[in-house]
């Protein structure tokens, strides 16, 4: 038995995402999306055979009178600015979840004065498109921090406000406000919210359960995807024979033999037709052996 894992698969903001560019690319067959549409190589490639062009942020400033597509990671104010000077027609497909938390940490930013402007500090990925868009709110100023061992970098005798980007371990932004409570000046005030998209977080109980009831896990996942590394480490702790895999292509057929139960499951990046094709070929990979 081959089953697909039901809560596998785009999240809500990368299909409404795919929905925008796919309803753009009907009417007119082209269209520009600022950076790839979604964390998954077979995804943009599909994406790009029916006229998404993906560009860089360098590009888009040398781009006039043109639609855009933006993401559903968000971009910061400086993005919009250019748009609006290059007479650039935005297609924004910022997830609702992600728009709330830009506009939080901006509120944040702004109602401060400088005399007393505490440090935002933000728990994600360095670099990542949808972080760039969230310090972008703070005018760069806020403090990016990828695990405990960054904490450092806060001065705990200045007030703190920490946020976390939204596809982040619950269990990891637990952590950072423990030590950050441990370590703070007894007058220093310390706000912190849990900005962690419940349809992500959800999925690791779930994908746990999931990997504990098959012999074999197929993870699909784009090497982008830092959803999927979280999600892929929680199934390799819940089943010791999980396999990483971009597609098809990388099933090593001896991962089979004997298999009687494998489940197949992926990121919130991982298209479901990429998901059906790997559990095609296992199928005919096990048919082969028998």
């Known amino acids: 038995m081959i089953e697909i894992d039901k809560g596998s698969g ?15 690319l009907r009417t007119t067959g082209h269209l520009y999306c600022l950076g790839d549409i979604v964390h998954n190589s077979n995804e943009v490639a599909r994406l790009e055979l029916t006229g998404l062009e993906t560009i860089t942020h360098e590009q888009l400033r040398e781009l006039h009178d043109v639609k855009v597509l933006l993401r559903a990671h968000g971009e910061p104010p400086e993005t919009y600015e250019i748009a609006r000077r290059n007479n650039i027609e935005i297609i924004d497909a910022t997830c609702p979840v992600v728009l709330k938390l830009q506009q939080r940490i901006a509120q944040s930013y702004q109602q401060a004065d400088d005399k007393h402007r505490p440090q935002i500090v933000i728990y994600g990925k360095r670099g990542h498109a949808e972080v760039n868009g969230l310090v972008g709110q703070t005018a760069g100023t806020a403090i990016v921090i990828e695990n405990v061992d960054e904490i450092d970098n806060i001065d705990f005798t200045r007030d703190i406000i920490l946020y976390s980007q939204t ?13 950050i409570k441990r370590r703070i000046a007894p007058d220093v005030r310390f706000e912190y919210y849990d900005t962690i998209c419940r349809s ?5 109980p779930q994908i746990r359960q999931f990997a504990q009831q098959h012999e074999l896990i197929l993870f ?7 959803n999927g590394r979280i999600l892929f480490a929680q199934c390799l702790d819940a089943n ?23 489940g197949i499951c992926g990121a919130t990046s991982t298209p479901r037709w990429l998901m059906n ?14």
């Open 10 to 24: 785009f999240c809500f903001g990368v299909t409404t995402a795919i929905s925008k560019a796919e309803e753009e």
């Open 167 to 179: 596809t982040k371990s619950l269990q990891g932004f637990k952590h950072i406000v423990e030590e």
């Open 200 to 204: 992500v977080a959800n999925r690791i």
């Open 220 to 226: 699909v996942c784009g090497s982008k995807s830092s």
């Open 240 to 262: 010791p024979n999980s396999h990483l895999i971009s597609n098809e292509t990388e099933i090593d057929p001896a991962w089979l033999v004997g298999k009687q139960r494998i």
């Open 277 to 290: 094709q790997v559990k095609d070929h296992a199928a005919k990979l096990m048919e082969s052996t028998h």
